[in-house]
């Protein structure tokens, strides 16, 4: 009997590609999202296309139309199923957005997640529980290191981070956005569960999550939004920081690859930054770039005064620690072949 795998927001960017990598490692797969991205973004944020490419191409995939605010139906589907491994990843992801909608953001990122590790405590509390968190929850504190400007780019001018934001770094004291305080309950509660309940937990908090299978719309999935606006000669708006704000990109293969580590040999209320590390950071302009050597298009953009609040002006993760306690892992694709992959799918996609 296969090892069953069980994905909440496995249409998502980070879900698909983690239902596809266990997939191919032999396990059955099942899969919960209720496309809830299309009402938090539009019908751009439509996420349907991917749970058919899912259900289509993965033998053994099942798809279940579940909301993960619904306590019962969590509760009842755990106790069904009984998965080996679970990953999350359902979640509003947008700190724009979660201004306007502040109950449906908490709901979903603060007490799905407790919805889901209750509902893991009480049916299979041996499985490792893979959760999904952010960067965010660190909040605009990074914003606070000294930072030396140039010619494309923030860079950290105090060499305590030469290597990036380690997992130490405070979650207190910043502006987080109401998304940033909702994954902060999230990611807290993943790691409680591990402490106090001993189960193999891990918060991962991640840096852009990105790939080519990203539904990206204006507030969130940068990159692939970003080449969305390059294919279709559309303007995009660059918000503050003169554009030398800094991400780094991780593809979300490289994600899967980690989360498949770690299940197979987990530790109890872990806590890792996942991101490209400094290899794999880009800042804005310098998107716009690669963006144009892969699609041959110029970019067409604005440029507004004003920052988005509580954005990151220079991030980029420290791996040291997962690769210290995950020696097998290490990042396969680099940010140019991301950006291509990125480009080739929403010129295949439309
Ligand atoms: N993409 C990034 O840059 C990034 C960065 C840091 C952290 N993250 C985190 O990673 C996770 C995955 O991000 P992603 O980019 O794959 O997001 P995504 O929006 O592409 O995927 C999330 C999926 O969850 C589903 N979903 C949302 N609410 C749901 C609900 N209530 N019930 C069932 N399904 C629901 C959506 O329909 C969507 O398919 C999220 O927790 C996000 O906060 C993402």
Same mark, same amino acid.
């Given at each position: 009997?296969?090892? =069953?795998?069980?994905?909440?927001?496995?249409?998502?960017?980070?879900?698909?590609?983690?239902?596809?990598?266990?997939?191919?490692?032999?396990?059955?797969?099942?899969?919960?999202?209720?496309?809830?991205?299309?009402?938090?973004?539009?019908?751009?944020?439509? #996420?349907?296309?991917?749970?058919?490419?899912?259900?289509?191409?993965?033998?053994?995939?099942? @798809?279940?139309?579940?909301?993960?605010?619904?306590?019962? %139906?969590?509760?009842? *589907?755990?106790?069904?199923? =009984?998965?080996?491994?679970?990953? @999350? #990843?359902?979640?509003?992801?947008?700190?724009?957005? &979660?201004?306007?909608?502040?109950?449906?953001?908490?709901? #979903?990122?603060?007490?799905?997640?407790?919805?889901?590790?209750?509902?893991?405590?009480? &049916?299979?509390?041996?499985?490792?529980?893979? @959760?999904?968190? /952010?960067?965010? +929850?660190?909040?605009?504190?990074?914003?606070?290191?000294?930072?030396?400007?140039?010619?494309?780019?923030?860079?950290?001018?105090?060499?305590?981070?030469?290597?990036?934001?380690?997992?130490?770094?405070?979650?207190?004291?910043?502006?987080?956005? *109401?998304? %940033?305080?909702?994954? +902060?309950?999230?990611?807290?509660?993943?790691?409680?569960?591990?402490?106090?309940?001993?189960?193999?937990?891990?918060?991962?908090? %991640?840096?852009?999550? #990105?790939?080519?299978?990203?539904?990206?719309?204006?507030?969130?999935?940068?990159?692939?939004?970003?080449?969305?606006?390059? *294919?279709?000669?559309?303007?995009?708006? *660059?918000?503050?920081?003169?554009?030398?704000?800094?991400?780094?990109?991780?593809?979300?293969?490289? +994600? &899967?690859?980690?989360?498949?580590?770690?299940?197979?040999?987990?530790?109890?209320?872990?806590?890792?930054?996942?991101? %490209?590390?400094?290899?794999?950071?880009?800042?804005?302009?310098?998107?716009?770039?690669?963006?144009?050597?892969?699609?041959?298009?110029?970019?067409?953009?604005?440029? +507004?005064?004003?920052?988005? /609040?509580?954005?990151?002006?220079?991030?980029?993760?420290?791996?040291? =620690?997962?690769?210290? @306690?995950?020696?097998?892992?290490?990042?396969?694709?680099?940010?140019?072949?991301?950006?291509?992959?990125?480009?080739?799918?929403?010129? /295949?996609?439309?």
């Amino acid at each position: 009997m296969s090892k =069953k795998l069980l994905v909440t927001g496995s249409s998502g960017l980070i879900g698909s590609e983690v239902c596809v990598y266990f997939a191919q490692q032999g396990f059955a797969v099942h899969g919960v999202d209720n496309n809830q991205r299309a009402v938090f973004f539009g019908p751009q944020g439509d #996420t349907r296309w991917n749970q058919q490419r899912l259900a289509t191409s993965l033998k053994g995939f099942s @798809h279940h139309e579940l909301d993960i605010r619904d306590r019962a %139906g969590v509760l009842a *589907l755990l106790k069904t199923v =009984k998965p080996d491994v679970i990953v @999350h #990843t359902a979640a509003q992801p947008s700190h724009d957005r &979660a201004a306007a909608i502040p109950y449906d953001d908490f709901d #979903t990122n603060a007490v799905g997640t407790l919805n889901m590790l209750e509902a893991a405590r009480q &049916a299979c509390k041996d499985s490792p529980f893979i @959760h999904m968190s /952010t960067n965010k +929850v660190y909040g605009d504190a990074p914003n606070k290191i000294p930072l030396k400007e140039l010619e494309t780019r923030w860079d950290y001018a105090d060499p305590a981070y030469v290597n990036g934001i380690p997992e130490t770094f405070t979650i207190d004291q910043s502006t987080h956005s *109401l998304f %940033g305080a909702s994954k +902060v309950a999230s990611d807290i509660l993943a790691q409680e569960y591990g402490r106090y309940f001993s189960m193999p937990t891990c918060a991962l908090r %991640g840096g852009c999550l #990105t790939g080519p299978n990203h539904s990206g719309v204006e507030l969130h999935g940068f990159l692939s939004y970003l080449v969305k606006c390059n *294919l279709e000669g559309r303007e995009y708006k *660059l918000f503050g920081y003169k554009g030398k704000q800094v991400r780094d990109n991780i593809h979300s293969l490289d +994600v &899967a690859r980690f989360m498949f580590e770690f299940a197979s040999a987990p530790r109890c209320g872990e806590v890792y930054n996942l991101g %490209g590390g400094k290899d794999n950071s880009c800042s804005v302009l310098e998107a716009f770039k690669l963006a144009e050597k892969f699609s041959g298009k110029a970019m067409k953009y604005t440029y +507004v005064e004003q920052n988005r /609040t509580g954005d990151h002006i220079c991030y980029y993760s420290d791996l040291r =620690k997962m690769r210290a @306690h995950f020696p097998k892992w290490g990042l396969t694709k680099s940010l140019e072949q991301t950006i291509q992959e990125i480009v080739t799918a929403w010129q /295949t996609r439309k």
